[in-house]
């Protein structure tokens, strides 16, 4: 579609009442009631298991950390101090300054993907718009994007090019519903030191003051959202200032702006035009629930129907946080699900910060590749999907920690995933905290335990008590002795299995083939 049919469309679709919309877009009514009512989950996503994330824009650029636009303006936190010395006091050099002398020199979108296709994703996905209201791909209705400054171009464009030419589907992120209260700390000051009581950039700054700078013609108000939640003059110490954001500005909600329909309307022309230009397959909103009432199923809506009217079925997969029955994938962020869950679902998780920060590789503290895998493990055998956010440098490059566990992730991927992960379903239980843990998936009509803590010698599989085994198996080994009785399954494992990364048994007997769940 061209991008002046796409601004069409989605104009289209805003000019029209919310209960109309449905029948003008396609078949999924955009009401609550037709979210749950057309919901399902494809089976491309209940058969991938595991997507990769590359949760990069200008935040990742002092690769600092989590962030860093809201921290920057808190006196007491890190990147404050990091901002300061970077690019200079938050009353002349605020975020804008970051966007601004962000290059992006060594992004190559093929690399990146490509590392994280090897390390078994079965699906890609790009962040769209974070928090900080930076659009990464051309926006008819925000300035404030990569096309007109920073890196200069269409970086989710690039991002899906990447993903398709790997035959991958592909996925975005889209953070921006919550910028109007995530940006207030801009409005803020220093409460100690020699600029005690000046007010940051945001409060300051108008559209003339761009004369001369890169973002000439924009307004600074329309990416800091304007003085909604502007903290009193007199606080006294940086504490009282983060305490005051975090009673106000820091309150996570999904309600349109009190007195400001136009901020979700905008939000919603932004989010209809994103998914008309790329078709994401996967679309991932961040927070608790959909945004902005009624705006929010209408974004839902219609996403669903561009995917139906690509493809001819229901194919796409939304999240929209910790919010179940609403019609979209239940998402838990860095946490699992305590047990299988008669729905699919899915964990969001990060091997470090969800924005790149060089600590993590200095200090050797990424989440290592081992854990990632039982986190895997665990999550499948309760019907999850794993979504890992392996972090991308500031200049758009992986460093060397992220892609060494990213090849031990796809070698372990490319036996033990392809047999137990991998369009796999979980079982009648998901598992066993015997002998450092056990997880049961099924595929291909047989049960597969993926071991945990592996120890040679004697196991004890109690979940497979009574049955009729007919025989064991390692996963890239041979056949194992075993043993059945009225209260387990015994298994010897070998010798040297402890040094293996959760290494697979497949159990072949009637009860795999009849304990398969949905």
């Given amino acids: 579609m061209r991008r002046r049919d796409v601004l069409a469309s989605g104009a289209a679709l805003l000019a029209l009442p919310p209960g109309l919309r449905a029948q003008a877009s396609g078949p999924v009514a955009t009401t609550p009631e037709g979210l749950r009512a057309a919901f399902t989950v494809p089976d491309w996503y209940r058969d991938a298991k595991l997507g990769l994330w590359a949760h990069w824009g200008p935040q990742c650029a002092p690769e600092a950390g989590d962030w860093y636009g809201r921290h920057l303006y808190l006196q007491d936190q890190p990147q404050a101090a990091v901002h300061r010395e970077r690019y200079g006091h938050p009353v002349e050099h605020g975020f804008i300054d970051v966007i601004e002398s962000w290059r992006a020199e060594r992004w190559d979108p093929d690399a990146v993907f490509g590392a994280y296709a090897a390390a078994g ?24 994007n990569s096309t007109r400054l920073g890196p200069r171009r269409d970086l989710v464009g690039r991002w899906a090019a990447a993903a398709r030419r790997l035959g991958l589907p592909f996925g975005v992120s889209n953070h921006a519903s919550h910028a109007w209260h995530w940006w207030q700390t801009a409005y803020g000051y220093d409460t100690v030191g020699p600029r005690r009581g000046e007010r940051y950039d945001a409060y300051r700054l108008t559209a003339a003051d761009g004369r001369g700078r890169a973002w000439q013609g924009l307004d600074p108000q329309a990416l800091y959202t304007g003085p909604r939640m502007v903290p009193p003059d007199g606080l006294d110490s940086p504490a009282a200032m983060r305490a005051w954001h975090d009673a106000n500005s820091g309150q996570w909600v999904e309600t349109v702006p009190p007195g400001d329909e136009a901020f979700a309307q905008n939000w919603l022309a932004r989010q209809v035009a994103l998914v008309e230009a790329y078709q994401p397959d996967f679309l991932y909103q961040d927070g608790y629930s959909l945004p902005f009432g009624d705006i929010g199923v209408a974004a839902a809506a219609h996403f669903y129907n561009q995917a139906i009217a690509r493809t001819g079925e229901f194919a796409g997969v939304m999240t929209a946080g910790f919010t179940e029955g609403q019609g979209t994938l239940l998402n838990l962020e860095r946490r699992v699900a305590e047990a ?24 050797r503290s990424y989440v290592p590749s081992a854990d990632v895998i039982r986190q895997l493990a665990d999550v499948v055998a309760k019907n999850g999907t794993l979504l890992l956010s392996v972090p991308v440098r500031g200049d758009g490059s992986l460093d060397e920690l992220e892609l060494e566990i990213l090849q031990q ?90 040094d293996r990364t959760v290494p697979v048994l497949r159990i072949d007997s009637r009860l795999s083939q009849q304990g398969e769940r949905g």
């Fill in 121 to 144: 994703a079965r699906f890609l996905v790009a962040m769209a718009c974070h928090h900080d209201n930076f659009d990464l791909f051309p926006s008819a209705h925000h300035g404030w």
């Fill in 409 to 498: 992730l796809g070698a372990w991927m490319a036996r033990e995933g392809e047999a137990a992960i991998y369009g796999s379903r979980p079982w009648r239980v998901f598992g066993e905290e015997t002998a450092g843990g056990v997880r049961y998936t099924v595929k291909g009509g047989a049960l597969h335990a993926l071991l945990l803590q592996p120890r040679a010698g004697a196991l004890r599989l109690a979940a497979l008590r009574g049955e009729a085994v007919e025989r064991v198996t390692l996963v890239g080994g041979g056949p194992l002795s075993f043993s059945t009785a009225a209260d387990g399954l015994d298994v010897i494992l070998p010798g040297g299995i402890a």
């Fill in 340 to 363: 299988i869950r008669p729905e699919p679902w899915q964990t969001a998780t990060c091997i470090g910060d969800w924005h790149y920060n060089r600590a993590r590789y200095l200090e």
